[in-house]
């Protein structure tokens, strides 16, 4: 199992593709991953047979409870699946960089099992509220 970790600060290219962090690229099993809506407007990244195994658990939440439609609604409606070019790289949809508010610096930080990509300032903001000593 893969374990993501750290904290990352990089630019988007001009073509909006973004160069993953080694030790990010490192834990990922292959160059197919899963890019998505996250909480807290981030994009989540996973790898993708992670990626797999969760949904089979937010499918389990029965779609006549109100909690596992939203669920459903949010985090499937905007997964897309993605592959590392050979430099690894990958393009951040326009629709998930919208939803993230990121413009060019971004922070790729490991959150377990999965990564994390975050508009650099709104990463600043949000530790605040999770660290006030920030």
């Known amino acids: ?5 750290g904290e990352f600060s990089h630019s988007l290219d001009d073509r909006g593709r973004l160069s993953l962090p080694k030790k990010i690229r490192e834990e990922l099993k292959s160059v ?8 807290e407007t981030c994009i989540f990244g996973y790898q993708k047979s992670t990626w797999l195994d969760d949904t089979k658990k937010q499918l389990e939440i029965p779609v006549f409870e109100e909690r ?3 669920l459903r609604r ?8 993605a592959e590392l070019d050979k430099l690894g790289r990958v393009l951040i949809p326009g ?4 939803y993230a508010g990121i413009k060019n610096e971004v922070m790729v930080i490991g959150a377990g099992d999965h990564f994390e990509i975050w ?9 605040k509220t999770i660290n006030p000593t920030i």
């Not at 199992?1 to 970790?5: A, D, P, Q």
């Open 119 to 127: 508009d650099s300032k709104k990463w600043k903001e949000y530790q």
């Open 1 to 5: 199992m893969s374990v993501f970790l």
């Open 74 to 81: 949010f985090t499937f409606s905007a997964a897309v699946p």
């Open 68 to 70: 596992g439609r939203n």
């Open 32 to 39: 197919e991953i899963v890019l998505t809506r996250g909480f």
């Open 95 to 98: 629709n998930l960089k919208e």
